[in-house]
């Protein structure tokens, strides 16, 4: 090995060793209820306790998706993403620290859908993890 090689070698462990981290599960309730206090600046009013909204749950086969509303092109590179999404949900199911964005719409003659907003190749792969036999009846979904 020549000396190049071992010193790359050296900065690529190194670098790994700059960003290991050890994190221990810490509690949402007491974290929730410091609010900002530590990082409000003077004359700001801080929020005392912070809040959180609701994740819905819904049946991924109820979302429809916008013509023309998702600008990327779905090109090899877009489907091999897909491919790598499913085969994780595969394994583990649909993350649920991903939420899909949707916007509920009144189709009129009290009919409501689901659009999807955000989250395209997640939607994709979700539909083909379902296709391929995999039971996820509902995903979690953030409505904008």
């Not at 190049?4 to 960003?19: C, G, H, K, R, W």
């Not at 877009?78 to 499913?86: A, I, R």
């Not at 649920?96 to 395209?120: I, N």
Request: charged letters at 30%.
């Amino acid at each position: 090995m020549d000396a190049i090689t071992e010193q790359q070698t050296d900065a690529v462990n190194q670098m790994d060793l700059d960003f290991r981290l050890n994190i221990f599960p810490g509690s949402i309730k007491k974290a929730i209820a410091k609010g900002n206090r530590d990082v409000i600046l003077k004359g700001e009013v801080p929020i005392e306790k912070f809040g959180s909204s609701d994740l819905w749950n819904i049946d991924p086969r109820c979302i429809e998706v916008i013509p023309g509303y998702n600008v990327r092109v779905k090109n090899a590179k877009y489907y091999q993403k897909v491919e790598l999404l499913k085969n994780n949900m595969m394994e583990f199911g649909f993350s649920r620290d991903s939420p899909l964005s949707l916007f509920v719409t009144d189709e009129g003659d009290g009919k409501t859908s689901y659009k999807l907003k955000r989250g395209h190749r997640r939607l994709e792969a979700v539909l083909a993890v379902i296709a391929a036999g995999k039971t996820i009846k509902t995903v979690p979904c953030i409505i904008a």
